[in-house]
């Protein structure tokens, strides 16, 4: 009468549970390193409500983190934010510091420094939304009829039409503009032949 330890499922699944535990405990001891890293990170630019960022003169920071290993992996993935206060268009420059640049709370990054770039300008515009008709192609007509569009103020309001993207062959065509900074909604509409 031996022990035998894949007979009896209760062995089987603490096993397992330990095997698992093993290996979590390998990873937070390996990755709980200080290290000092610099890294070019993608930021992320917040700004009021009705302002959207027509352009920056950069969308990413270099950075010289002192902090844990395993913090550094997850940070690859994470896009530090920096929140505008300008309420109104125009093209505003700024001094980029420890200030401005705001990590995830629960990542716990607090110890870096900026390297790079010294200050950062925006072209900021009102953002608006506006409804516009479309365009009949060969005799058809569309369902809706009009569409919204969402964009830069002095882009959107030089838009009084929209056409569909081709000539449609079946019920449905799409719209779309080819600037990412206007969406139009719905962007996929009815054909009435």
Do not use: C
């Not at 409500?49 to 920071?61: E, L, Q």
């Amino acid at each position: 009468m031996g022990f035998d330890l894949f007979k009896n499922r209760r062995n089987i699944i603490s096993l397992i549970a330990s095997v698992v535990f093993a290996v979590l405990l390998w990873y937070y001891a390996k990755t709980n390193e200080i290290v000092v890293l610099d890294s070019t990170l993608m930021v992320q630019i917040k700004t009021p409500k009705n302002i959207i960022i027509k352009g920056t003169s950069s969308d990413s920071v270099k950075l010289r983190i002192r902090t844990k290993k395993r913090q550094h992996n997850i940070l690859k993935k994470i896009s530090p934010v920096i929140k505008l206060s300008y309420d109104f268009p125009g093209i505003y420059k700024f001094k980029l510091d420890e200030s401005k640049l705001s990590f995830p709370v629960l990542l716990g990054i607090e110890d870096y420094e900026i390297q790079a770039p010294d200050s950062i300008q925006v072209e900021l515009d009102s953002l608006i939304r506006t409804e516009v008709s479309i365009t009949s192609v060969k005799g058809m007509a569309f369902e809706p009829d009009k569409v919204v569009i969402v964009g830069p103020k002095s882009m959107v309001s030089n838009i009084e039409y929209l056409s569909p993207d081709s000539i449609p062959k079946g019920i449905f065509t799409t719209i779309t503009i080819g600037n990412p900074l206007i969406e139009v909604f719905p962007n996929k509409i009815r054909v009435r032949h």
